[in-house]
């Protein structure tokens, strides 16, 4: 494996993996155990920024987004932000208008935080809202309250955040249109930037699985789950808001820069516990990490001066072109198709005409000189145009 990294600037995404208590809905690589400390976490955390700093080189590449995702990074005592940060400042430059991002829950969130978050540097709040409706944050088992998310956002604000998201559920057991209009319409009447609305699934294993055999639940069928989905699009886009992904809105300007630049295959560094990443080397390989899990795992690597990670090499061309299209096809503004041709090493009419072909008949795809991209009708069947195109 080369050892120096390709481009010039690249994103950071570190994964905080506590949390208050584990969500009924949640299979996300996250722990209420406490049995490891944060201490151990942030230790083994700050080695494995030096890890990947000594394999992909430092010198003059500049990090552009920086991304602390969860798990519940608010939980940690604030110091430990700003150590994380200042420790990433030694390894690489920090751009300009470098956007940070830090998801917070309600229940952890306090006044002095979010002024201890801004000052260490933190532009970007993600707040993880999910519902509006007490019955229903109780039913998912999260551990706040309505109250609680408008004390948090009023806070935010008051600290000096200009930049915040929401992150919402819909397709609860019994959630209706109805419900779902009036979260939305309180969502966007606290005046966020930026709303991520999410179906929620139910994961194999999670209490919410085991809860649908033992409660008289029922989740929305098909056709209430289309129109959530349809509502969620007018509502929003009617108030002026852009959909710019498929589960993602913003007002202008706002878009996520790090999850955007993820989409269009960017480079970025895993660092954390069962977090990955994707890295272009010098000689244009592309190689991904993913991170050990669970955490004393992770952290016992590091102690014992082990990689946290397994490298990868994306092995062929295929491959980073599927990747391509999986990644940049959620997005509305769909992939410039250059970037596919230097990932692929073709044009998608080159290896996939008869089925491009068929799907721009149908009105699934729309291809022209400069872009790929799916139609809001090919949007809805994203699964069925990527498994044709891939
Ligand atoms: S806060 Fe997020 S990561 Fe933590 S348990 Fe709930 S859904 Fe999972």
Same mark, same amino acid.
């Given at each position: 494996?080369?050892?120096?990294?390709?481009?010039?600037?690249?994103?950071?995404?570190?994964?905080?993996?506590?949390?208050?208590?584990?969500? +009924? &809905?949640?299979?996300?690589?996250?722990?209420?155990?406490?049995?490891?400390? $944060?201490?151990s976490?942030?230790?083994?955390? +700050?080695?494995?920024?030096?890890?990947?700093?000594?394999?992909?080189?430092?010198?003059?590449?500049?990090v552009?987004?920086? $991304?602390?995702?969860? /798990?519940?990074?608010?939980?940690?005592?604030?110091?430990?932000?700003?150590?994380?940060?200042?420790?990433?400042?030694?390894?690489?430059?920090?751009?300009?208008?470098?956007?940070?991002?830090?998801?917070?829950? =309600?229940? !952890?969130?306090?006044?002095?935080?979010?002024k201890?978050?801004?000052?260490?540097?933190i532009?970007?709040?993600?707040?993880?809202?999910?519902?509006? *409706?007490?019955?229903?944050?109780?039913?998912?088992?999260?551990?706040?309250?309505?109250?609680?998310?408008?004390?948090?956002?009023?806070?935010?604000?008051e600290?000096? @955040?200009?930049?915040?998201?929401?992150?919402?559920?819909?397709? !609860?057991?019994?959630?209706?249109?109805?419900?779902w209009?009036?979260?939305?319409?309180?969502?966007?009447?606290?005046? =966020?930037?930026?709303?991520?609305? %999410?179906?929620?699934?139910?994961? =194999?294993?999670?209490?919410?699985?085991r809860?649908?055999?033992?409660?008289?639940?029922?989740?929305?069928?098909? *056709?209430?789950?289309?129109t959530?989905? $349809?509502?969620?699009?007018?509502?929003?886009?009617?108030? /002026?808001?852009?959909? %710019? *992904?498929?589960?993602?809105?913003?007002? !202008?300007? &706002?878009?996520?820069?790090?999850?955007?630049?993820?989409?269009?295959?960017g480079?970025?560094?895993?660092?954390?516990?069962?977090?990955?990443?994707?890295?272009?080397?010098?000689?244009?390989?592309?190689?991904?990490? +993913?991170?050990?899990?669970?955490?004393?795992? &992770?952290? %016992?690597?590091?102690?014992?001066?082990?990689?946290?990670?397994?490298?990868?090499?994306?092995?062929?061309?295929?491959?980073?072109?599927?990747?391509?299209?999986?990644m940049?096809?959620r997005?509305?503004s769909?992939?410039?198709? +250059?970037? &596919?041709?230097?990932?692929?090493?073709?044009?998608?009419?080159?290896?996939?005409a008869?089925?491009?072909? @068929?799907?721009?008949?149908?009105?699934?795809?729309?291809?022209?000189?400069?872009?790929?991209?799916?139609?809001?009708?090919?949007?809805? $069947?994203?699964?069925?145009?990527?498994?044709?195109l891939?």
């Open positions: 494996m080369a050892e120096v990294l390709g481009s010039q600037t690249f994103s950071i995404y570190i994964h905080v993996p506590f949390c208050q208590k584990k969500c +009924h &809905y949640c299979a996300f690589d996250s722990t209420s155990d406490r049995s490891c400390d $944060f201490q976490w942030l230790k083994a955390l +700050h080695r494995d920024l030096d890890i990947q700093a000594r394999c992909l080189g430092r010198g003059s590449h500049q552009t987004s920086l $991304f602390f995702g969860g /798990g519940t990074p608010s939980i940690l005592p604030p110091e430990m932000i700003e150590q994380i940060l200042l420790h990433v400042r030694k390894l690489w430059p920090l751009g300009d208008a470098v956007e940070i991002t830090l998801e917070a829950n =309600p229940e !952890s969130t306090t006044y002095a935080k979010l201890s978050w801004r000052s260490a540097g532009n970007r709040l993600s707040l993880g809202v999910q519902a509006l *409706e007490d019955h229903r944050l109780a039913l998912l088992g999260r551990p706040h309250d309505s109250q609680q998310t408008r004390r948090a956002f009023a806070a935010a604000r600290a000096g @955040f200009a930049n915040i998201n929401l992150d919402l559920i819909h397709g !609860s057991p019994g959630h209706t249109p109805e419900m209009e009036e979260e939305l319409g309180l969502a966007m009447a606290l005046g =966020p930037e930026h709303l991520s609305c %999410y179906a929620l699934t139910v994961e =194999p294993g999670t209490p919410l699985e809860q649908l055999h033992t409660h008289p639940w029922t989740l929305p069928d098909e *056709e209430t789950t289309a959530l989905h $349809f509502l969620t699009q007018r509502l929003l886009e009617d108030q /002026g808001w852009k959909r %710019y *992904e498929i589960s993602n809105y913003a007002r !202008s300007g &706002y878009a996520c820069r790090h999850n955007l630049d993820i989409w269009l295959s480079d970025y560094l895993g660092v954390g516990p069962a977090a990955h990443g994707r890295i272009t080397l010098e000689d244009g390989s592309v190689i991904r990490n +993913h991170n050990h899990w669970p955490l004393e795992t &992770y952290i %016992y690597s590091l102690k014992s001066g082990q990689s946290p990670c397994r490298w990868v090499e994306l092995s062929s061309l295929e491959e980073a072109g599927a990747d391509c299209l999986l940049g096809l997005l509305m769909g992939i410039p198709r +250059h970037l &596919y041709r230097e990932l692929a090493g073709r044009d998608l009419l080159d290896g996939k008869k089925e491009a072909e @068929f799907l721009v008949k149908e009105g699934f795809l729309q291809l022209d000189a400069q872009t790929i991209r799916l139609s809001p009708k090919g949007l809805d $069947f994203l699964d069925s145009c990527l498994a044709s891939i």
